[in-house]
């Protein structure tokens, strides 16, 4: 979990908050994962029927130990 320290600002009636640039660096780092991770189980779901190897097959394979 990200540690956010907002500070909340007002300029004509709107309202704005900032944040430490390494929060939001945080923040935009989070978000990609997750983008990937839906990306992913995405893939997955619409690839059902596409072949594939246990991690065993692929030792196996590539002669990994």
Known sequence: MI???PEALSKNGK???VLPREEFE???EELDQLEDLR?????KAT???A????LAEVK???GIK
């Open 3 to 5: 540690d956010l320290h």
């Open 15 to 17: 309202q704005f908050v």
């Open 26 to 28: 945080a923040i935009q």
């Open 39 to 43: 990306a992913l189980r995405e893939a």
């Open 47 to 49: 690839d059902t029927n």
């Open 51 to 54: 072949p594939s190897l246990t």
């Open 60 to 62: 196996q394979r590539y």
